[in-house]
């Protein structure tokens, strides 16, 4: 969801975009294409309903492709997650903002969350950078050396490995958008030099993260 309400200015969008982002987790839980397009449909109704203006050109059809994109992204990062989302909102607490999120259960998942990033903390996030790149190079040298030897991972191990990278996927898409806004917006060419070089090393970490995902799925259990 980070990088759908990222620089948003207006609270109210961000709402509107958090809501988007939990009907595209939601609808991608139903295995069948069709049955999927079927909820996109009646969620745009839903929508349609809601505003006594007709929508102006191109909303419709721009609408339905964002759920399709977030289901899509969904369905790719995540395909063993099956719970349902009944609640995801932002709320506002003075100069802070926080997502609560409502699981299959009744109970509620709360985080702070930054959708101004200031680009002065480029330093920081180039150290984090710096270290997810250095680490999931060093994980794709052990993998390699892994699915050589049978039975080094149980299916819990694999299992959490593959949540980790799956979620480092998901965060390098919000790194991305971060990065990417702040080079459009840095006035000197030698910032946007630096932040281009990140943003290609952001796509160094996405193929070794890949790849480690790929060994996972084909190392042999014990």
């Known amino acids: 969801m980070l990088p759908h309400v990222m620089f948003v200015r207006d609270f109210e969008e961000r709402k509107k975009a958090t809501m988007c982002c939990c009907l595209g987790w939601n609808i991608s839980l139903f295995p069948d294409v069709a049955q999927r397009e079927q909820h996109i449909e009646m969620v745009w109704k839903m929508v349609e ?17 964002d759920l399709r994109l977030l289901i899509s992204q969904k369905r790719e990062l995540f395909p063993w997650l099956n719970t349902n ?51 999931t190079e060093e994980q794709v040298k052990r993998m390699e050396h892994a699915k ?3 039975g080094v991972f149980s299916d819990i191990e ?36 630096v932040i281009g070089h990140w943003l290609d ?4 970490i996405e193929v070794n993260t890949k790849t480690v995902l790929g060994i996972l799925v084909s190392v042999k259990l014990p």
């Open 49 to 65: 309903a809601d505003n006594q203006e007709p929508p102006p050109p191109g909303l419709k059809e721009g609408f339905k492709q």
């Open 85 to 135: 989302i009944p609640q995801a909102m932002l709320r506002q607490h003075g100069s802070l903002e926080f997502l609560s999120i409502q699981t299959g259960n009744s109970d509620m998942e709360e985080i702070q969350l930054a959708p101004h990033p200031d680009p002065l903390g480029l330093p920081r996030i180039i150290e984090a950078l710096r270290g997810i790149h250095r680490d």
């Open 148 to 150: 050589r030897t049978p």
């Open 158 to 193: 694999r299992t959490q490995m593959a949540t980790a990278y799956c979620v480092q996927r998901a965060d390098l898409i919000g790194y991305h958008r971060m990065l990417t806004v702040w080079r459009d917006t840095q006035p000197a060419p030698s910032v946007k030099r």
């Open 201 to 204: 090393v952001l796509d160094e």
